[in-house]
Nanobody
């Protein structure tokens, strides 16, 4: 059974940093791209970044370019979202996702709140 567990969220002031982690199990992690999404209150879920198997980021959301980076540790089956220069508009629940065996698998998310 695929499981994705996000962690690392919290409350931070504007300009601060957080590192989100997503720990995966139940599938051959190193062979699959991972995705970070976020959903702010009253808004649709949006793609933040795709993390290729190499750890390279693609499809980075325009509003986070220059502030967010990604990485992954295939040995530990973890993917990370490094968030810097956080803004109140980054406040959201952040999710990781993968697609495996013809379906999408989501974690439960981790709350990030950026205070002004």
């Amino acid at each position: 059974q695929v499981q994705l567990v996000e962690s690392g969220g919290g409350l931070v002031h504007t300009g601060g940093s957080l590192r989100l982690s997503c720990t995966a199990s139940g599938f051959p992690f190193s062979d699959y791209a991972m995705r970070w999404y976020r959903q702010a209150p009253g808004k649709e879920r949006e793609l933040v970044a795709v993390v290729k198997t190499s750890g390279e980021a693609t499809n980075l959301l325009n509003s986070v370019k220059g502030r967010f980076t990604v990485s992954r540790d295939n040995a530990k089956k973890m993917v990370f979202l490094h968030m810097n220069i956080l803004k109140p508009e980054d406040t959201a629940v952040y999710y990781c996702k993968t697609s495996y065996k013809l379906r999408d698998w989501w974690g439960r998310g981790t709350q990030v709140t950026v205070s002004s």
